[in-house]
């Protein structure tokens, strides 16, 4: 069971006849930190409202998200395996949506339409922002992996100048993923460590060192990296996973995901609760003490 910490910083949580609502749905949902996350802001804020786990089949979801407009609720976050889906759904996109060709984000708007957004790329990019690594324009970035998280991520990089390069085991999805995104290099599987050596960021956005993953020991050789290199995971189970551990042993600087996580969230805070939250240290021990 994921405790939500009594959290020393933020008052009782406020739920009247009138509270804000919004969720998330997924299946299996039971590992999501949004709630955690909300919930606590929303007790930093005072706000009247609340944030619940939606555990929804795949079949279930276009009836689970008109049931949810037709409660009154918000919005909701989405997660794995509805974000195509809850794309399809979405009666308009915001670019961050189009690009990343999914949706994590839904807001409810007026006469039952769905706005959908994409907030995943932005708080990759927000994280490295808030940890004083700025994305360097006209910068090259090399992304392990092909999949929903890569996209988002290529896209957020793409779109602030950056020279997006993608190395996937499968070269046929890393060679879909750059049908779509225009201006997208491909690297072959086998060759990316040895030519580690032109890049300024690398972003590992697969399970590959995730606990309970595929491969929790994934840990590449970075002998090739140049000094500057930032080495970014968007896995964030364990705190300092393979990668980034051999990245601190050649004295690079690294990035953990639990960044990312904090800050995709903001932005539907922002539209369901209006209010932008902050996300600062206290922000990141409450979700930490819910591992
Ligand atoms: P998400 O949408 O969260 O990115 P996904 O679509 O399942 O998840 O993508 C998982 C990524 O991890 C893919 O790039 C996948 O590579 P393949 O396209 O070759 O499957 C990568 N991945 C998963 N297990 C892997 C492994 N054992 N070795 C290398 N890559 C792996």
Not at 148 to 174: E, H, K, P, Y
Not at 216 to 231: D, E, G, I, Q
């Amino acid at each position: 069971m994921t405790k939500i910490p009594d959290s020393a910083f933020a008052p009782p949580q406020i739920i009247t006849g009138k509270a804000r609502l919004a969720g998330v749905l997924g299946w299996p949902v039971s590992h999501s930190r949004s709630p955690a996350l909300h919930n606590y802001w929303l007790r930093r804020y005072r706000i009247d409202g609340a944030y619940v786990p939606l555990p929804v089949r795949p079949e279930q979801f276009e009836a689970a998200v008109r049931g949810l407009q037709a409660a009154g609720f918000r919005g909701a976050n989405v997660t794995i395996p509805h974000k195509e889906a809850a794309c399809a759904l979405a009666d308009r996109l915001d670019p961050s949506a189009q690009r990343a060709g999914a949706v994590n984000t839904l807001v409810f708007e007026e006469e039952g339409r769905i706005r959908g957004l994409s907030t995943d790329g932005g708080g990759f990019v927000a994280s490295l922002e808030a940890d004083d690594l700025p994305v360097p324009a006209s910068g090259k970035a090399l992304l392990l992996g092909a999949g929903g998280a890569a996209r988002s991520v290529a896209a957020a990089l793409q779109d602030r100048g950056v020279q997006v390069s993608v190395t996937n085991r499968t070269q046929a999805r890393a060679e879909s993923l750059a049908a779509v995104l225009p201006g997208l290099e491909v690297v072959p599987w086998e060759a990316w460590e040895a030519g580690l050596g032109v890049y300024d960021l690398l972003v590992n956005t697969t399970s590959l060192g995730m606990e309970g993953g595929p491969d929790p020991m994934f840990r590449p050789s970075l002998k090739a990296a140049s000094r500057a290199l930032v080495v970014a995971d968007i896995v964030y189970v364990p705190r300092l996973t393979p990668l980034l551990a051999e990245a601190e042993q050649h004295g690079l600087k690294t990035l953990g995901g639990l960044g990312m996580l904090l800050h995709q969230a903001r932005l539907g805070f922002r539209e369901w609760f209006g209010q932008d939250p902050v996300v600062d240290a206290e922000t990141e021990a409450t979700v930490r003490a819910t591992f």
